[in-house]
């Protein structure tokens, strides 16, 4: 069965062409011009993947993904202007799993889809079946869920990869670098300061106060280490 792509973009000309690309990869794609079209498109075909404009004509962009996140944990692929740091970080902070630039290259698009798509079913999942088990933190990789006290702790795919790689060296410092080779660096370089938002949204998750985290310490110009003893 084609993985099913929702494209939010009000230029029809640019999501046509997207369409046609990835069909080509075997991919079934609907396009919505607007928030609401794509809100409404999205309760009624959930997709395996959402691609996202920043700039919309009735919602911006952010608003609409805080609406997705808020009932979906849907990869999130965001479109933003190009160079616009404050859009890239703003999107990640608001649950988007990745971001690309415009103008952009379908080829470079289909490969971050791709990337998105692998995370959602089972990227990065070291030993596959198992429990990791931290006081109350509970790391599920089989269904790739998290729940601290025995609750449901929201992360999105790359959130998740990010954590399994932290805890699966628990105890050990890992740097921006370390942590890009083992997640392959398919959606952030390791120089990308991206992967520090995506750490203060899991520390939001999963610590009992972010702003005195427990779990994951930062270990100042090296990187992080996830701590192999808590509660």
Do not use: W
Request: proline share 4%.
């Amino acid at each position: 069965m084609p993985q099913r792509i929702l494209m939010i973009e009000d230029d029809a000309s640019l999501a046509s062409m997207v369409g046609e690309y990835l069909h080509a990869a075997g991919m079934q794609v609907e396009a919505a011009h607007d928030a609401a079209a794509g809100l409404a498109a999205l309760s009624r075909m959930k997709p395996d993947a959402v691609i996202l404009d920043v700039m919309l004509p009735d919602l911006d962009g952010f608003e609409v993904c805080r609406r997705i996140r808020a009932g979906s944990g849907v990869p999130i692929l965001m479109l933003t202007a190009r160079g616009d740091d404050t859009d890239r970080i703003v999107g990640l902070e608001l649950g988007a799993d990745d971001y690309l630039p415009k103008p952009f290259n379908p080829r470079e698009l289909l490969a971050r889809i791709r990337a998105i798509l692998r995370r959602g079913v089972g990227g990065a999942r070291p030993g596959a079946g198992e429990m990791m088990r931290f006081g109350r933190l509970e790391i599920d990789l089989a269904s790739r869920r998290v729940a601290l006290g025995g609750e449901t702790c929201a992360l999105t795919g790359y959130q998740f990869d990010v954590l399994c790689a932290l805890a699966s060296n628990a105890g050990r410092v890992m740097s921006r670098e370390s942590l890009m080779d083992r997640l392959r660096g398919e959606a952030l370089e390791a120089f990308d300061r991206s992967i520090d938002v995506h750490v203060s949204r899991i520390r939001a998750a999963i610590e009992d106060d972010p702003r005195r985290p427990r779990r994951i310490i930062t270990v100042r110009g090296a990187g992080y280490v996830f701590a192999s003893g808590q509660d």
